[in-house]
């Protein structure tokens, strides 16, 4: 009798063990009214597009999930590209567009919906030889009108594939009736290089690209198909081009400057001004009277004794002409030079301006820099103290450097008044320079995140040595001792 009891008892339980793992396994695996996740990943990641040629066969990605979860996979444009559901290889037919997907359906392999229904996808462009506009280039583009001046045409387009595709230039017109004819005006283009030479004509012309010489294995098409060519057109304006305070190239039209000789004036109103030619006059003064942007054309540049805002409260920008393909930081962003002296005996050259942006060129002042903020993007901004200015730079506000050069130098012992920067100065990037032959730098604090500085402070007089009379923030960026003064 006990021992049929225990017998029993031992088949229940077994039985109610059994019921608990393939209640457990149904948990882990989902039931058909409460599905769980795959888990399904790119075993590599394909990208987000992949571009192949006619005829190409290639397993270019394959997708791993819960080992009982089923994996398909299927593409959107079996005209442009099939793949293998099993294996997952893609074969590319023709040119267009075609997205590849592994799919699980949500089945398992013994046929149960159990899984989330899940996709994941990658493009693939099936392309043969051709040329394209590069992905930032629009149809149409705006170059500056200076006869003899140059740009690359290959900065528009981009030939597939990149290596061994040569591409063909041609500059072409509008006929008049919805044609093109070749191009008859006086701008030229390297059919090779694509080195195109403006001329004096103004005016819309087109610049042709095709396919000229292709590797083997692809094909180039008949000619009077246009999938291996492409075509900007240009419109050769009265415009100019400057570097921005992102380093790109900016282009104003001619309705958003005045051209300005500084020559020919002594005072400048609020605007934007294309300073096509330079003043070279050490006695002459300019008054600014507003905000006002200058643009000096490139190869140009100014001397001159002053520069003083009358409104006491006005912003100064000073660019320099872009030569087309120059990047920030590059000569061609710098120029021109501009120099500003005190000549006389006159004691400071740029006063009361509220802010100075430099975003270009060179500027160099002799004489004192009587601002609140003067801010630093590209170039060069040499101040240098002279006559009875003993300080380069006196600002009641700071000195930022976002990038370029910066060199200060000042002159005398007086405690007070001989440094090179007087106010707070703030390195983000570039570089940073200030001394004095007392051996005394800046008269305020230094922010520095990163850049090279020298703060000229060594001296075996450490009653006199003053690299910095205020706070550091990064002292391991100062080259040169930096003493308070004693």
Not at 391 to 408: H, W
């Amino acid at each position: 009798m006990k021992k049929n009891y225990f017998k029993n008892l031992m088949q229940v339980s077994l039985l109610l063990g059994a019921a608990f793992v393939i209640s457990s396994c149904d948990d882990v695996i989902g039931q058909e009214d409460n599905p769980v996740a795959s888990y399904v990943q790119w075993k590599t990641d394909p990208g987000a597009e992949v571009t192949m040629k006619i005829g190409d066969k290639k397993i270019i990605a394959t997708a791993t999930a819960v080992s009982s979860a089923i994996i398909a996979y299927e593409s959107d444009n079996t005209e442009v590209a099939t793949v293998d559901p099993v294996t997952g290889e893609v074969e590319a037919i023709a040119e267009g567009e075609a997205n590849i997907s592994a799919v699980i359906s949500g089945m398992s392999t013994n046929g149960r919906s159990v899984f989330e229904p899940t996709k994941l996808t990658y493009k693939v462009i099936v392309m043969d030889a051709n040329v394209k506009l590069k992905s930032n280039i629009e149809s149409y583009v705006e170059y500056t009108v200076n006869n003899g001046s140059t740009f690359e045409a290959s900065e528009f387009f981009v030939p597939y594939p990149a290596e061994g595709c040569e591409i063909q230039y041609s500059l072409w017109e509008d006929d008049g009736n919805g044609g093109y004819n070749p191009y008859t005006g006086n701008s030229t283009i390297d059919m090779a290089t694509g080195k195109f030479t403006v001329g004096s004509d103004k005016g819309t012309v087109y610049i042709h690209a095709k396919v000229n010489n292709i590797p083997d294995g692809y094909e180039k098409k008949a000619a009077d198909e246009d999938n291996w060519t492409a075509m900007v057109k240009v419109d050769i304006k009265e415009s100019i081009a400057y570097m921005n305070e992102e380093g790109k190239r900016e282009i104003l039209t001619a309705d958003k400057y005045k051209e300005l000789d500084l020559n020919a004036t002594s005072a400048v109103e609020a605007g934007t001004y294309y300073v096509k030619n330079g003043v070279y006059d050490g006695s002459k003064t300019i008054d600014i009277k507003g905000d006002v942007t200058l643009i000096f054309k490139n190869g140009w540049g100014s001397s001159l004794q002053n520069l003083d805002d009358k409104t006491d409260n006005a912003t100064l920008n000073i660019f320099g002409e872009a030569i087309p393909g120059a990047t920030a930081g590059t000569y061609e962003a710098w120029n021109p030079n501009i120099n500003i002296n005190t000549w006389n005996n006159v004691a400071n050259c740029i006063t009361n301006f509220k802010e100075i942006n430099i975003y270009a060129g060179t500027l160099t002042t002799y004489g004192g820099i009587v601002v609140k903020d003067v801010n630093v993007y590209a170039g060069a901004l040499n101040a240098y103290s002279t006559g009875t200015s003993k300080y380069a730079m006196k600002l009641s506000g700071k000195l930022t450097v976002n990038g370029g050069l910066v060199l200060a130098q000042g002159q005398g012992s007086d405690t007070e008044t001989s440094f090179a920067v007087i106010g707070d100065v703030v390195l983000n990037k570039g570089s940073f320079q200030a001394y004095n032959d007392d051996y005394r730098a800046v008269k305020g604090s230094l922010t520095a995140a990163t850049g090279f500085q020298f703060l000229q402070g060594d001296t075996s007089d450490k009653t006199k040595a003053t690299a910095i009379e205020g706070t550091t923030s990064n002292s391991k960026y100062i080259w040169g001792q930096a003493v308070p003064k004693k």
